[in-house]
């Protein structure tokens, strides 16, 4: 039987990423769930082995959740462009190196899509993934995905949001991810998706 999550209940966000800790923390508020990061808690980070979102995200929740002895919410999550064959993908953060550069990292991207010679809006489509694992002590474990797609612009513009936001123009909008308000970009964003999903299956 699946587990539910009540009103009230404390849950660990697997991420020591704080600006993925934050945009978790305000889409869990409206539910009453109280979410402490990994980080808080000294819980190490362990090494992303998987091959894909979902099974990095799953590794994450089920080492937090049972470090913890709480329920665990983890997030794997990158952009994925077509022009790279899905390239940065879930090396997303590892592109930005060690000291984490997402600067370096949107200007890897676009380099490699200037040798691609993806110049034009159509050759520069992309999507943002987003896996999302909850995992309990006893190592039940749901992964819940979402996807938002749109192209990508350089220079970057913004500088609300973290990562590659600032460079991720969403189909439909005049407005990047990094000039978006906080409120916009969660209502839109490919983590709000895989969050709705969660929010359905486990807290509804």
Known sequence: MAHKLKTGARLVVASHNPGKVNEIRALLEP?????????????????????????????????????????????????????????????????????????????????????????QPQQRRANFTCALALAHPDGACDTFEGKVFGTLVWPPRGTHGFGYDPIFLPRGAQLTFGEMEPDKKHAQSHRARAFEKFIKARLR
């Not at 109280?34 to 082995?49: I, N, R, S, W």
């Not at 064959?85 to 984490?100: L, Q």
Request: hydrophobic fraction near 45%.
């Open 31 to 119: 539910y009453g769930v109280e979410a402490v990061a990994a980080g808080e808690l000294d819980l190490p980070e362990p090494e992303e082995t998987g091959e894909t979102f979902a099974a990095n995200a799953e590794l994450k929740a089920k080492a937090a959740a049972r470090l913890s002895g709480l329920p665990a919410l983890a997030d794997d999550s990158g952009l994925e462009v077509a022009a790279l064959v899905g390239a940065p993908g879930i090396y997303s953060a590892r592109w930005a190196g060690e000291a984490k550069d997402f600067t370096r990292a949107m200007e890897r991207v676009e380099k490699a899509l200037r040798e691609k010679r993806a110049i």
